[in-house]
């Protein structure tokens, strides 16, 4: 896996994935807007998104009629540099028809704790947990 980052001015970088894909990423240095998500919300997507990945693979897998799946993430940093996230809290909503609570909390549980490579890198320095509802859609 390769990726690429190139300054384009100020705090603004463009990354780009081994396959090709672009995004703007950068920080605000004088309190004004900024250019994209910091490299640290990137860390905080790419945590949701691999597990999201898995939950509804695993969901799929399971034939539960899935219908949507989000992720919230609300995260705490070292008050000291280089400032790592010491708490990271998932909060999964599954929507779908006829969806099994009991299913949902172990695809989850799978992901987060197994499968998802991201949240297992995250919980060398912090504390990752969990929680989930089901939005029944019928």
């Given at each position: 896996?390769?990726a690429?980052?190139?300054?384009?001015?100020?705090?603004?970088?463009?990354?780009?994935?081994?396959?090709?894909?672009?995004?703007?990423?950068?920080?605000?240095?004088?309190?004004?807007?900024?250019?994209?998500?910091s490299?640290?919300?990137l860390?905080?997507?790419?945590?949701?998104g691999?597990?999201?990945?898995?939950?509804?693979?695993?969901l799929?897998?399971?034939?539960?009629?899935?219908?949507?799946?989000?992720?919230?993430?609300d995260?705490?940093?070292?008050?000291?540099?280089?400032?790592?996230?010491?708490?990271?809290?998932l909060?999964?909503?599954?929507?779908?028809?006829?969806?099994?609570?009991?299913?949902?909390?172990?695809?989850?549980g799978?992901?987060?704790?197994?499968?998802?490579?991201?949240s297992?890198?995250?919980?060398?320095?912090?504390?990752?947990?969990?929680?989930?509802?089901?939005?029944?859609?019928?």
């Open positions: 896996m390769k690429r980052v190139k300054w384009a001015e100020g705090r603004t970088f463009l990354g780009t994935s081994g396959t090709g894909h672009s995004i703007v990423l950068g920080a605000s240095h004088d309190g004004g807007p900024t250019p994209g998500p490299p640290m919300e860390l905080l997507i790419g945590t949701a691999c597990s999201a990945y898995d939950v509804v693979s695993i799929e897998k399971g034939r539960q009629n899935i219908e949507d799946v989000q992720v919230e993430v995260a705490d940093r070292a008050e000291t540099d280089p400032k790592v996230f010491t708490r990271i809290h909060q999964f909503t599954v929507k779908g028809r006829g969806m099994s609570a009991d299913k949902v909390a172990r695809a989850i799978l992901s987060v704790d197994k499968y998802c490579s991201a297992a890198m995250m919980a060398a320095s912090a504390t990752v947990t969990h929680d989930f509802t089901v939005e029944d859609t019928a």
